[in-house]
Structure formats: C-alpha cells, structure tokens
C-alpha cells in the first residue's frame, strides 16, 4: 500500500451477499478518496473493528447488513456503541422496510437505515447526510473530494 492510499480514511463494509457486498465496495473504491475493508458476515465485521482500533485506523463508516451469519448488523451496531464508540457513523441496510428494523436501528444508535434494493446514488446521499453533520473531519474532508470529483466528471460528459 502506497502513502496516498494509507492516508485514505476507511470504510467498513460487512453483507453475507456477495453481490451487495460488491457493489458497495465498488461504489467506495471507485469515489478514489476511500479504503474499504469487506467482511462476509457479523463475526468478521467485529474482528475487522477491533483491528481497526488496535492499528489506530479507525473507520469512518460502517455500511452492515442487518441480517447476517454469526452476528447481526444491528449486534454488530451494538458492540460498537458498547465500547462507547458514538463516533463511527453506521448505516444498516435491511431488505425488509419494517418498523421493528427503525426501532432497532435507534435502539444501537445507529445513524441511518437504507433498504434493499438501492443505488449509489442513494448511498452516496445518505453518506452526505452522515458527513455533513459527522465530527470526523477526514471523512468530511474526503465527501467533499468525492463530490468535487463527481461533479467535474459529470461536466466532463
């Protein structure tokens, strides 16, 4: 890994279907001012957490899926919060637009709900909505090169 993409702020990304899991990664990748880490299942987002936080590169969003193998995206929403994490902004995407999905989410303090199936556009929405009020300044500073570069490239075409 080059220091251009060391400095890049971290993006989790847990889901147990692969093609969500890789079009979201893609997503991240492609806006060029984000590193993703990927995990398959709620175990795997946990572990990926913890070694975020021992490596001092903590994430600057997590995007969990509520219904996962081994832990859920709202356990995982959960132990994040328990350790007093209120920092990392946490978006669950659910594939059922239910009322007990809200109340979980607002139960672990989680920062926003996306149901499936959804576009880039409306993660890309929901994450500068998260940015614009969010304390982290580098994943601030990051949206809005991501912004600025979406906006030339749609003046380019």
Do not use: W
Not at 69 to 82: D, I, M, N, Q
Not at 87 to 116: C, F, M, Q, W
């Amino acid at each position: 890994m080059d220091a251009t993409t060391a400095l890049k702020p971290r993006v989790l990304i847990a889901d147990d279907a692969p093609d969500i899991l890789g079009l979201v990664t893609q997503f991240i990748e492609l806006s060029g001012v984000y590193r993703s880490v990927t995990a398959k299942d709620g175990k795997e987002a946990i572990e990926a957490y913890d070694r975020a936080l021992a490596e001092d590169d903590p994430f600057c969003l997590m995007i969990i899926d509520a219904a996962m193998p081994e832990k859920s995206g709202f356990e995982v929403a959960e132990y994040v919060r328990k350790g007093h994490n209120d920092v990392v902004p946490i978006i669950v995407i659910t594939a059922h637009d239910e009322p007990i999905n809200a109340a979980h989410l607002s139960y672990v303090r989680g920062d926003d709900l996306l149901t499936k199936p959804f576009d880039s556009q409306q993660l890309r929405t929901r994450m500068d909505a998260i940015f614009a009020l969010h304390p982290i300044p580098r994943c601030r500073a990051a949206m809005e090169l991501a912004r600025r570069g979406s906006h030339m490239n749609a003046q380019a075409h």
